[in-house]
């Protein structure tokens, strides 16, 4: 049996129809692939921008409208990681370990690297939290204000649950002798490329409460 040619449809056609390219039938089928070709790529093109890890623009602002999340100042990058959590919330037990789980899967950080350096304590008042020990490299990599970041952390909270406080650690740090040497966290160059940075200690809030 003669296989489909599906770049020249005409040569399907029985013997018996004009098949040249200068035949009705040629240009009539070719045009109607070119046709049908507009349409599967439009619509491959709809469906790659309603996923959701590849979405940009107006159609993430359509997904904070349903999410109930308002953009504001927030790129593309960082829109969608605060959606990522604000769809993490509906399942969030408040708990540290659900919360370094969704932190390792939205920033793409290594849970174990998370788990021992993230603290979240109790604060003297009711419906508050103090967050110790949070990376500033998170708010490197990600691009996000140290109120973005708090924010982030507070969808992921219990309900009615704030952060009073929160200490970013940075990574300078200096050596034990002389012979030590570390491009993350020593003193930096003239044009910064390498070196350590300060942490942010005892920085308070009040974003959600």
């Known amino acids: 049996m003669k296989e489909f ?20 039938n040629y240009k009539f089928l070719k045009s109607d692939k070119h046709i049908s070709n507009l349409i599967k790529d439009a619509l491959d093109k709809i469906f790659d921008i309603l996923d959701f890890e590849n979405a940009t623009g107006y ?9 109930q999340l308002k953009r504001g100042t927030m790129t593309d990058e960082q829109y969608l990681i605060m959606l990522k959590a604000q769809i993490a919330k509906s399942m969030s037990d408040g708990t540290r370990s659900f919360i370094i789980e969704v932190l390792s899967f939205i920033l793409n950080c290594d849970k174990s690297e998370i788990d021992k350096t993230l603290q979240i304590k109790s604060d003297t008042d009711t419906g508050y ?3 110790d020990r949070l990376p500033f490299a998170w708010l490197i990599d990600v691009g996000f204000s140290q109120e973005q970041m708090i924010e982030l952390i507070e969808i992921l909270l219990s309900c009615g649950v704030h ?21 993350f966290k020593g003193l930096s160059d003239d044009k910064s490329s390498i070196g350590g ?6 920085v308070y809030y009040n974003i959600g409460g």
Not at 59 to 67: A, F, I, K, N, S
Not at 163 to 183: H, I, N, P, Q, S
């Open 5 to 24: 040619n599906y770049e020249n449809l005409a040569l399907n056609l029985p013997d018996a129809y004009a098949k040249k390219e200068t035949s009705n």
């Open 59 to 67: 159609t993430l602002d359509m997904y904070g409208e349903r999410l």
């Open 129 to 131: 939290v103090i967050i």
């Open 163 to 183: 952060v009073r406080k929160a200490m970013f650690t940075g990574t300078l740090e200096f050596g034990d002798d002389e012979d030590d040497y570390d491009d």
């Open 197 to 202: 940075y300060f942490g942010i200690s005892d």
